[in-house]
């Protein structure tokens, strides 16, 4: 086996589903908010980078996403003895990235959330995954319309990361 990919988004959905005291954490200002998710975050990478599927290498996918997210994993990694190999940073075009997340699907099963996409990677059978049998859906946290997508900072946030690590 080789390197595991770790998605934070998928990570922390999850503990947000099944922990009262993640979803207590994810309320209130924005500030406080962002605050309070960087350590939600940082707690569960910290766990989550010390498990053993790790030992072989990981990619982080979709993080770190802003200046405060990336200080703390320069630490993490430091204190864990972990050695940052390689930093990657995709440049996709804005109509690309809208027409994939308004096509995205998951599976509802916490478990598995296979990913589809319904134009270039649709499951088998219409609505339902192919690897557990359980309903395909568009996420509740993803908007329904490109008009809705188009109004997220998509690159704003990230940018400033580029030449961090």
């Known amino acids: 086996m080789g390197s595991v990919q770790i998605s934070t988004g998928d990570i ?12 207590q954490k994810g309320r ?13 975050i940082m707690g569960i990478m910290e766990k989550r980078l010390q498990e053993p599927d790790c030992a072989k290498g990981f ?31 995709i440049e996709v075009p804005r109509d690309v990235i809208l027409d994939r997340l308004s096509t995205r699907r998951t599976c509802s099963n916490g478990k598995c959330q296979a990913i589809y996409n319904v134009k270039s990677n649709p499951p088998k059978k219409e609505g339902i995954c192919d690897k557990c049998g359980s309903p395909v859906v568009q996420r509740e946290d993803e908007p329904r319309r490109p008009s809705a997508i188009a109004s997220r900072p998509i690159t704003r946030k990230t940018a400033p990361l580029i030449g961090l690590l």
């Open 59 to 89: 990619l982080l996918d979709g993080f770190p996403r802003t200046i405060p997210q990336a200080e703390a994993l320069k630490l993490l990694l430091a204190k864990l003895g972990i050695k940052l190999d390689m930093v990657v940073s």
């Open 12 to 23: 922390l959905r999850g503990a947000v589903r099944g922990r009262h005291r993640a979803r």
């Open 28 to 40: 209130g200002r924005h500030e406080a908010r962002r605050s309070g998710l960087d350590d939600l």
